[in-house]
């Protein structure tokens, strides 16, 4: 299940015993939280920084659990990540304010923004398939520059000036425009996180390129860089697909929905199941009006002989998926889609599938970098212990 989380960073260390009291205090300070367990007492004393660590909150008015932990990272900074589940943290309603537990914790992120004065906040967007790469949107380095404008933001002064200075940035067309009272900028680009997120969203050219009159140009098909990697496969080629049911259509996919279905290019250029000949999907060409249209167009000429009970939608609809994850030489091979597929691991395959994608793009899609990421994914399903397969994972190919 993928998370929402929010990074605070710092241009000099923040490593102290003061720091956890002070969050502890700004933590129980905001409404409908309880620092947990419930049943148990915790203080600020009961956490060594030497160890990192963190405590959870337990939201009182319905199910959430928000994750506060301490981090120790190289400058600039990580001292302080908060995280929750994506499913739980932004409603289904697309209009208004933020209400109960997406409000808390908005409140809460702003208020420790307040406290400790960060040199910058960033929530990278939750669907980072479609969204800005991370390493555009965090410091990985002391000479740090945004690639991208992120979801969510807390900008200090030296950042701000980097922007084109305060006024511009207060004038930014965004959802959310606040100057906080240490003089920071807090700024949500979107009320939803995966809202229009292409390069060429007004707030991005507004903030990096300097265009005084940027509009609002969401109609755009590319502003989610949808593209059938597909696409670029000609009739009887074979290929590995990973689907959902159109029921199942949501900004995210867990485990459970996905269905890996081996399919071939027919001289219409459909895909069909490699097994029986079945329809699966029409592939996507073209340029359409908006994502919505691109998005239907898996559907939208359905032949007379297909069984409607078995029509699946493709969750790899992105420019970051190179056909080289998906093209098969023959219908039994294997590819980086049907070995991610199989292994026998609870982590997100939908997001590993494009954290791998991530990958590829810095590689250029050569050869040897797929071939890498193959054997990596082999010798991963090689390991019988599930959780040290996950760690490896977590800790090698989850960007």
Not at 97 to 102: P, R, V
Not at 308 to 330: A, G, K, N, Q, Y
Not at 353 to 373: M, P, T
């Amino acid at each position: 299940m993928s998370q929402a989380g929010f990074a605070f960073y710092s241009t000099e260390s923040r490593r102290s015993t003061d720091l956890v009291r002070r969050t502890f205090e700004i933590c129980e300070s905001v409404d409908g939280f309880e620092i947990g367990p419930p049943d148990e007492t915790v203080e600020p004393d009961d956490f060594s920084l030497k160890k990192g660590g963190g405590f959870e909150l337990y939201w009182q008015n319905g199910p959430g659990r928000v994750s506060v932990g301490f981090k120790d990272e190289s400058f600039p900074e990580h001292f302080i990540s908060i995280f929750i589940q994506r499913h739980i943290f932004f409603p289904e309603d697309d209009e208004g304010e933020y209400e109960g537990l997406t409000s808390a914790v908005m409140e809460l992120v702003r208020a420790l923004a307040i406290e400790h004065n960060p040199y910058y906040v960033v929530s990278p967007n939750p669907e980072p398939e479609v969204g800005p790469d991370p390493v555009d949107v965090m410091p990985t380095t002391a000479e740090f520059e945004l690639g991208r404008i992120p979801w969510f933001g807390v900008y200090s002064s030296s950042l701000i000036d980097e922007l084109g200075g305060r006024e511009h940035v207060l004038e930014t067309p965004a959802w959310h425009v606040e100057e906080l009272e240490t003089g920071s900028i807090l700024l949500i680009r979107t009320r939803a996180p995966w809202a229009y997120l292409g390069r060429d969203h007004p707030v991005d050219r507004y903030l990096l390129d300097g265009e005084d009159d940027a509009t609002d140009d969401s109609g755009d098909v590319d502003s989610l860089g949808l593209q059938d990697p597909f696409a670029a496969l000609s009739a009887g080629d074979y290929g590995a697909d990973v689907c959902v049911t159109p029921e199942d259509i949501d900004p995210e996919f867990p485990n459970e929905d996905l269905q890996l279905e081996r399919v071939y290019v027919d001289e219409s250029g459909d895909l069909r199941r490699v097994d029986d000949d079945t329809f699966v999907r029409n592939v996507v060409d073209g340029h359409y009006e908006d994502d919505g249209a691109f998005l239907e167009a898996m559907l939208s000429e359905v032949p007379d002989d297909a069984d409607h009970d078995r029509l699946m939608v493709s969750t790899l609809l992105h420019e970051r998926i190179p056909t080289t994850f998906v093209r098969l030489e023959d219908p039994d091979d294997e590819n980086v889609v049907t070995r991610v597929l199989d292994l026998g691991v609870d982590i997100d395959k939908h997001d590993l599938l494009f954290s791998l994608a991530r990958v590829a793009n810095e590689g250029d899609f050569e050869d040897d970098e797929v071939a890498s990421i193959e054997g990596a994914l082999e010798t991963l399903a090689d390991v019988d212990d599930p959780e040290v397969a996950e760690r490896i994972i977590e800790e090698r190919l989850l960007l």
